[in-house]
Every structure is written in structure tokens, then in C-alpha cells.
């Protein structure tokens, strides 16, 4: 299987600041048919379901701020929020699509400090 | 508009069984590989089962392997969740999910609300 580990577990930055939450997988998500990280990236606020932002590890989902953008080196992602605002404040997880079983990260909780 | 709906969660004793619903609407249902994912009381997200369109091909996480059973009806756009020797380390809140198919492809487009499943003497 397939293992991501996001970091940190927890971070908390001002509002206007930058967060930066990354995300590695154990093995390649690749497919070089066509180029794409098979690498989602999700926002769950208290008693919602996940939201999609990010899928194809950097390609921003219908709707979402263009404040969140992903990124990707490898087997190494990236999700920045370039400056938090309020209502950012949430736990987000990276999920691998390439491979069943299909494998998500432990969460990071993101805070206002 | 694309609504996924979970139905059937409750308070069981370990060892009993119960069957969750997911019924879609506002899509084509019977084009869409679903999904369930749980989530263990503050806990992270844990992927559970996966079905095929057409209901040929399920797949499963090791730990509900011989225990869960996931089906779907199309003709009703229900998906189902049938779980049997249910643990105490399968009280979760259960979502079901969209496979997307063109949009953000094999991605998790759209998620349900989700219901709660508690396992308890």
C-alpha cells in the first residue's frame, strides 16, 4: 500500500501569512501516460464532510480561492494557502488516487495563531 | 444540484450487523465508481471500500475484508454499505464519495454528509 505522511500534524499562522502543509507518498503516484500526480488535497471544517481543492496535485478545483495552490517535486507535495484568512481554519489531508487501496494522509490541523 | 445522502448509521452491539445507504441524486449515478471512507472520532479520513459503475469489480481495505460488503443499485442510485461482525474500531462517521470521471478524473469530487456508526456493548 501506498503511504502518505503529511506534516506538520499541527501548525498555526497569523492571519495574512503564508501555510504551507506538505504531503509525501511512499511510492510514485505518477502515470507517465499522462503526466499526473494522481494527488488530491482536501479541506474539512468541524462537522463537514472533505472538500476537494486540489486535484492532479496542483490543479485548483471549481470554486476554490486562488489564494490555495499545490505543488509537486517527485514523491514530495505541497499545498499553500498564501495568506490565511479566517475562515481557512480547518484540517486538511492529502489523498493518493493512483493506486487502490486508496491512501490519505493523517490530517493536519490548521490554526490561527 | 449533486447531493449524496448516507442513511443507517446507529448505536449496534459488537459482533452485530447494519447496512448503510448512500442514495445520489442530481447525476448520473450508474457512470460513477463510488466509494465509501470512514472517520474515527477525531481521527483521519480511512478509505473503506470502492465499486465499479457497473457493480462487477468491489475492492477493499484489509481491515473489513470478509466483514463489509459494499453493493450499489443503479436503477435506484443507491449505493449500500452492508457490515457484519461489526468492532468497537469500526465506530467511525461513514461518507460515501463520487469518483469523478472527467473534471478532476478518479478524484473525489463530492462527498456526503455522512453517518454515524457506533459499536458498543
Known amino acids: 500500500d501506498i503511504v502518505m505522511t503529511q506534516s506538520p500534524d499541527s501548525l498555526a499562522v497569523s492571519l495574512g501569512e503564508r501555510a504551507t502543509i506538505n504531503c509525501k507518498s511512499s511510492?510514485?503516484?505518477?502515470?507517465?501516460?499522462?503526466?499526473?500526480?494522481?494527488l488530491g488535497w482536501f479541506q474539512q471544517k468541524p462537522g463537514q464532510p472533505p472538500k476537494l481543492l486540489i486535484y492532479w496535485a496542483s490543479t485548483r478545483a471549481s470554486g476554490v480561492p486562488d489564494r490555495f495552490s499545490g505543488s509537486e517535486s517527485g514523491t514530495d507535495f505541497t499545498l499553500t494557502i498564501s495568506s490565511l484568512q479566517a475562515e481557512d481554519v480547518a484540517v486538511y489531508h492529502c489523498?493518493?488516487?493512483?493506486?487502490?487501496?486508496?491512501?490519505f494522509g493523517q490530517g493536519t490541523k490548521l490554526e490561527i495563531k | 444540484q449533486v447531493q449524496l445522502v448516507e442513511s443507517g448509521g446507529g448505536v449496534v452491539q459488537p459482533g452485530r450487523s447494519l447496512r448503510l445507504s448512500c442514495a445520489a441524486s442530481g447525476f448520473t449515478f450508474s457512470n460513477h465508481v463510488m466509494h465509501w471512507v470512514r472517520q474515527a472520532p477525531g481521527k483521519g479520513l480511512e478509505w473503506v471500500a470502492a465499486i465499479w459503475s457497473d457493480g462487477n469489480n468491489k475492492y477493499y481495505v484489509d481491515s473489513v475484508k470478509g466483514r463489509f460488503t459494499i453493493s450499489r443499485d443503479n436503477s435506484k442510485n443507491t449505493l449500500y454499505l452492508q457490515m457484519d461482525s461489526l468492532r468497537a474500531e469500526d465506530t467511525a462517521v461513514y461518507y460515501c464519495?463520487?469518483?469523478?470521471?472527467?473534471?478532476?478524473?478518479?478524484?473525489?469530487?463530492?462527498w456526503g454528509q455522512g453517518t454515524l456508526v457506533t459499536v458498543s456493548p
Open positions: 511510492q510514485s503516484v505518477l502515470d507517465s501516460s499522462n503526466n499526473k500526480n494522481y
Open positions: 489523498l493518493q488516487y493512483w493506486k487502490t487501496p486508496r491512501t
Open positions: 464519495a463520487r469518483e469523478a470521471i472527467s473534471v478532476a478524473a478518479h478524484c473525489f469530487d463530492c
